[in-house]
């Protein structure tokens, strides 16, 4: 029996939203829904699907700027656009933001149904996805960090924090950009990123000579590759 798909539908439309997850669910396809794009930025982070369905005319974080911001964190999970956006200039747009496919509006649902499952089956760009900072590597497939050959012992939410920093590296991160990454829209109490960044150091930093998250006063958190020693 073949594996069911998974996959993530953004539309800030609530009544399209509604009709494709009632026709993908009937025909045996999981959905999660998401409204905007940064809600679903923070559903990749801690989810895995086999296909992305965005609408290009999101607000705030459009479906171009967030199939980016994913294919920037190693992402290579294939992404459908579905936009009302028909000229060529739009569709090279799309595919130079890491697009696999287009859909224009309007649309048979079969044809979109059918597209999934073909998207579902094809070779990743890589197959195994890898970000490296330094002797620093993730593979985003096993969710394994290892450094200088040591596997590093993460809970998921240290994992999607060292995942953030590296993809970000070596851009300096507010507090507030880090919350809204790890959290959301929903932080929680103050002290949680605090203790979660303290406990990533205790995995990440501590068994080694050299420190590679660095703390900015009054800027953020920054990972950096060690300097050699002399």
């Known amino acids: 029996m073949s594996k069911q798909i998974k996959i993530l539908v953004a539309d800030d439309d609530p009544q399209i939203l509604e009709g494709l997850v009632d026709y993908l669910e009937f025909h045996e396809i999981l959905v999660d829904c998401a409204r905007t794009g940064e809600q679903a930025l923070n559903l990749c982070h801690s989810n895995r699907y086999d296909v992305l369905v965005l609408d290009v005319m999101m607000p705030r974080m459009d479906g171009r700027s967030l199939c980016q911001a994913l294919r920037q964190e190693g992402s290579a999970t294939p992404v459908l656009f579905l936009t009302a956006l028909d000229t060529l200039e739009d569709k090279i747009l ?36 890898r970000l490296c900072v330094g002797a620093l590597e993730l593979d985003l497939d096993s969710q394994q960090a290892i450094r200088e050959g ?19 590296s070596p851009r300096v991160i507010s507090r507030s950009e880090l919350e809204q990454a790890l959290w959301g829209e929903e932080p929680p109490e103050s002290d949680a990123l605090r203790s979660l960044v ?33």
């Not at 499952?117 to 197959?127: G, I």
């Not at 703390?215 to 020693?229: A, D, V």
Request: glycine share 4%.
């Open 150 to 168: 040591r596997e590093l012992s993460l809970t998921p939410q240290m994992f999607q924090l060292l995942h953030y920093l590296v993809a970000q």
């Open 94 to 129: 799309g595919f130079e933001a890491g697009a696999d496919d287009y859909l224009v509006k309007p649309f048979a649902m079969a044809e979109l149904l059918y597209r999934i499952r073909a998207l579902s089956q094809r070779v990743s760009r890589q197959q195994v996805r």
């Open 198 to 230: 303290y406990q990533l150091r205790q995995k990440l930093d501590k068994p080694f000579a050299h420190p590679m998250l660095q703390t900015r006063r009054g800027q953020g958190i920054c990972l950096l590759e060690t300097e050699s020693t002399t």
